[in-house]
T-cell receptor, first 119, second 114 residues
Framework: EPEVTQTPSHQVTQMGQEVILRCVPISNHLYFYWYRQILGQKVEFLVS????????KSEIFDDQFSVERPDGSNFTLKIRSTKLEDSAMYFC?????????????????FGPGTRLTVL | AQSVTQPDIHITVSEGASLELRCNYS??????LFWYVQSPGQGLQLLLK??????LVQGIKGFEAEFKRSQSSFNLRKPSVHWSDAAEYFC????????????FGQGTTLQVKP
């Protein structure tokens, strides 16, 4: 069964450093997402990406964040200068259609997450 | 603004007992509603979803949920809980746009007693 994969599973970094979190979405999916979950809190939407551009981003997704689909298979989230409050579990997800597509196959498949720890 | 509330942070039920997890949403139009389950160390897995039509939807693993517009609720139920159901459950709402954004509730942790 196809699945979303994420690497690394755990990333430890120093405050101010850049990190890149990697995701391989399911191959025939067209919509890609990043969410994060700070320990003990709810899952929060960061960004959605379609047709090689951001379709929506949350207020969390400021200039320190960027996403890229560098090739036909990977989808990355970059944090330029990490802060302590960026420590969280980051989930990548992908779907064939967007969640608003009525009747469409819009289930979002989530990866297992990358736990980012900023020291 | 859209929001999702799961009033119960933690629920404990005995194996074989019935289960109901509550979810209330705030949204101006008819939302797209989802229930996800997260087992320790795993990603989120979709249990079921509601778009329109029959307000009682069936999902995987024997779960069902009922959409009640008058109560702005989408409660998840299971008639007989198994020990393997112990996990965290998230209710989410998706806006009827083309961006795919999901808004999650705080989650309910389910513990199953033998």
């Amino acid at each position: 069964e196809p699945e979303v994969t994420q690497t690394p599973s755990h990333q430890v970094t120093q405050m101010g450093q850049e990190v890149i979190l990697r995701c391989v979405p399911i191959s025939n999916h067209l919509y890609f997402y990043w969410y994060r979950q700070i320990l003990g809190q709810k899952v929060e939407f960061l960004v959605s990406f379609y047709n090689n551009e951001i379709s929506e981003k949350s207020e969390i997704f400021d200039d320190q964040f960027s996403v890229e689909r560098p090739d036909g298979s990977n989808f990355t989230l970059k944090i330029r200068s990490t802060k302590l409050e960026d420590s969280a579990m980051y989930f990548c997800a992908s779907s064939v259609a967007a969640s608003g597509s009525y009747g469409g196959n819009n289930e979002q498949f989530f990866g297992p997450g990358t736990r980012l720890t900023v020291l | 603004a859209q929001s999702v509330t799961q009033p119960d942070i933690h629920i404990t039920v005995s194996e074989g007992a019935s289960l109901e997890l509550r979810c209330n949403y705030s949204y101006g139009a008819t939302p797209y509603l989802f229930w996800y389950v997260q087992s320790p160390g795993q990603g989120l897995q979709l249990l079921l979803k509601y778009f329109s039509g029959d307000t009682l939807v069936q999902g995987i693993k024997g779960f069902e949920a009922e959409f009640k517009r008058s109560q702005s609720s989408f409660n998840l139920r299971k008639p007989s809980v198994h020990w393997s159901d112990a996990a965290e459950y998230f209710c989410a709402v998706g806006a009827p746009s083309n961006t795919g954004k999901l808004i999650f509730g705080q989650g309910t942790t389910l513990q199953v007693k033998p």
